[in-house]
């Protein structure tokens, strides 16, 4: 049975005592990763070549901590941590090396990543992990987690229960808005779901003004988090400006600003969890398009209203869901015009501009709401057998349970070999029916 990663994140509750070594754990992950840092750049500014594995770094530190890592009086402090979060640091430096040199020889995917930065005290969160060394569950302790060199942590919530038995690989410790969170990086087996959720297929269209626009005329209402929080966000900001660099007020008062960030980071989280869960257990088949969110944050008048939705949280969410749930997901590809086109009898509008919110077709004088209409056409396009492309070249729908399936649409309705149209009026009246119903 093949396996499959997950991730667990759960809240500590530590002592102060805990507490402070947590944060003598993240400084010494973070001690570690700029001394790493620091050997590799002075060996690149000498012209020297250099072994930047992760073994090479693990080694090179193993042979210098005892002179690195040593307080004002020369005696090492080392010792006082877990040698895992020295030695996960150092990882995570390999990682970002190796990342930009293959960035730099163009044989990484994605855009271009640059040369890695020292991490500052005050502006990296504190952090550190664990992959060997005793860490994790205590049997007869569901409540609780064991950290090497802190001891028993307890946890807010039952962690057993949310591990289930399953191996725990990794365990990743963090803080965030003052509080500590562990998240557990388990191994469980990938059970295919045999029976997939009742219900049919149905179209999304993701927008500011609306969070979701389903093709069976649902609307679930854009909760706008940051919006409602942003006057709250303006007076703590003013009150951060204003204190003293380095004082004790100003580290309050950039405390209470993280807080109403995380605070709307975590109703947007929850939101964006309870629609893809009643998404994927209602219907078999969810249809979504290809959104470039990338580009979209660039348009600075749209960038915080588009961040504020998250799009990219809402697909992540979506794609491991289905396929817990056995139901299918497929995304039409992002330059398939759908709000554009008409979901009756598939002519396409030239321009129509963002201010329009009701979309009136020329040709056969359908009158509906622009994001109803996109998302039937999204639908349509999805739940499509058969497709042609923008070369004209068929391209046949994948129908894999629980796999994301990306479906390559033409503006124009799609064809069989056998001559019966599978997009365009047909189709689009069939959802127009159960729509009005």
């Given at each position: 049975?093949?396996?499959?990663?997950?991730?667990?994140?759960?809240?500590?509750?530590?002592?102060?005592?805990?507490?402070?070594?947590?944060?003598?754990?993240?400084?010494?992950?973070?001690?570690?990763?700029?001394?790493?840092?620091?050997?590799?750049?002075?060996?690149?500014?000498?012209?020297?070549?250099?072994?930047?594995?992760?073994?090479?770094?693990?080694?090179?530190?193993?042979?210098?901590?005892?002179?690195?890592?040593?307080?004002?009086?020369?005696?090492?402090?080392?010792?006082?941590?877990?040698?895992?979060?020295?030695?996960?640091?150092?990882?995570?430096?390999?990682?970002?090396?190796?990342?930009?040199?293959?960035?730099?020889?163009?044989?990484?995917?994605?855009?271009?990543?640059?040369?890695?930065?020292?991490?500052?005290?005050?502006?990296?969160?504190?952090?550190?992990?664990?992959?060997?060394?005793?860490?994790?569950?205590?049997?007869?302790?569901?409540?609780?987690?064991?950290?090497?060199?802190?001891?028993?942590?307890?946890?807010?919530?039952?962690?057993?229960?949310?591990?289930?038995?399953?191996?725990?690989?990794?365990?990743?410790?963090?803080?965030?808005?003052?509080?500590?969170?562990?998240?557990?990086?388990?191994?469980?087996?990938?059970k295919s779901v045999t029976n997939p959720p009742k219900g049919g297929a149905v179209g999304v269209d993701l927008g500011v003004k609306t969070l979701a626009t389903l093709s069976d005329g649902t609307v679930i209402e854009n909760p706008r988090y940051?919006?409602?929080?942003?006057?709250?966000?303006?007076?703590?900001?003013?009150?951060?400006?204003?204190?003293?660099?380095?004082?004790?007020?100003?580290?309050?008062?950039?405390?209470?600003?993280?807080?109403?960030?995380?605070?709307?980071?975590?109703?947007?989280?929850?939101?964006?969890?309870?629609?893809?869960?009643?998404?994927?257990?209602?219907?078999?088949?969810?249809?979504?398009?290809?959104?470039?969110?990338?580009?979209?944050?660039?348009?600075?008048?749209?960038?915080?209203?588009?961040?504020?939705?998250?799009?990219?949280?809402?697909?992540?969410?979506?794609?491991?869901?289905?396929?817990?749930?056995?139901?299918?997901?497929?995304?039409?590809?992002?330059?398939?015009?759908?709000?554009?086109?008409?979901?009756?009898?598939?002519?396409?509008?030239?321009?129509?501009?963002?201010?329009?919110?009701?979309?009136?077709?020329?040709?056969?004088?359908?009158?509906?709401?622009?994001?109803?209409?996109?998302?039937?056409?999204?639908?349509?396009?999805?739940?499509?057998?058969?497709?042609?492309?923008?070369?004209?070249?068929?391209?046949?729908?994948?129908?894999?349970?629980?796999?994301?399936?990306?479906v390559s649409v033409k503006c124009e309705p799609s064809v069989r070999r056998t001559g019966a149209v599978s997009l365009g009026a047909d189709g689009?009246?069939?959802?127009?029916?159960?729509?009005?119903?």
């Amino acid at each position: 049975m093949k396996a499959m990663l997950e991730a667990v994140k759960v809240a500590l509750d530590p002592t102060p005592a805990q507490e402070k070594l947590l944060l003598s754990h993240a400084g010494a992950a973070r001690f570690a990763y700029n001394s790493g840092l620091a050997h590799v750049k002075a060996a690149m500014d000498a012209g020297e070549s250099l072994d930047r594995s992760f073994y090479a770094l693990l080694r090179w530190w193993n042979a210098n901590k005892n002179e690195l890592a040593v307080d004002a009086d020369g005696v090492p402090w080392w010792q006082e941590n877990s040698k895992e979060s020295y030695a996960r640091a150092l990882e995570s430096l390999a990682k970002a090396l190796s990342n930009w040199s293959k960035s730099r020889r163009g044989e990484r995917k994605g855009r271009r990543v640059g040369f890695p930065k020292f991490k500052s005290k005050d502006r990296t969160a504190p952090r550190f992990a664990y992959t060997a060394g005793g860490f994790g569950l205590i049997k007869g302790d569901p409540k609780a987690l064991r950290l090497p060199k802190v001891g028993r942590v307890h946890c807010m919530e039952n962690v057993a229960e949310r591990v289930g038995g399953a191996h725990v690989m990794r365990m990743t410790v963090s803080q965030r808005a003052g509080r500590w969170y562990a998240s557990l990086t388990v191994e469980r087996d990938d059970k295919s779901v045999t029976n997939p959720p009742k219900g049919g297929a149905v179209g999304v269209d993701l927008g500011v003004k609306t969070l979701a626009t389903l093709s069976d005329g649902t609307v679930i209402e854009n909760p706008r988090y940051l919006k409602k929080t942003e006057q709250r966000l303006k007076k703590a900001q003013q009150a951060l400006s204003r204190k003293t660099k380095g004082s004790n007020r100003r580290a309050k008062a950039r405390a209470k600003v993280a807080r109403l960030h995380a605070r709307v980071a975590d109703q947007r989280l929850d939101a964006m969890h309870k629609l893809t869960t009643w998404l994927s257990r209602k219907y078999s088949d969810i249809s979504i398009e290809d959104l470039n969110v990338a580009g979209m944050v660039k348009n600075h008048h749209l960038a915080k209203s588009v961040s504020d939705a998250a799009f990219g949280e809402f697909r992540r969410q979506l794609e491991y869901k289905t396929a817990r749930t056995g139901a299918r997901l497929h995304v039409v590809d992002r330059w398939y015009r759908s709000s554009k086109t008409c979901s009756k009898c598939g002519g396409a509008k030239a321009k129509l501009p963002l201010s329009e919110r009701t979309y009136r077709c020329d040709s056969c004088g359908l009158t509906m709401d622009r994001d109803l209409n996109a998302a039937i056409n999204i639908c349509v396009a999805g739940s499509a057998p058969e497709t042609l492309n923008a070369h004209g070249e068929a391209v046949r729908r994948g129908g894999q349970t629980g796999r994301a399936t990306r479906v390559s649409v033409k503006c124009e309705p799609s064809v069989r070999r056998t001559g019966a149209v599978s997009l365009g009026a047909d189709g689009r009246k069939a959802i127009l029916q159960a729509t009005v119903r």
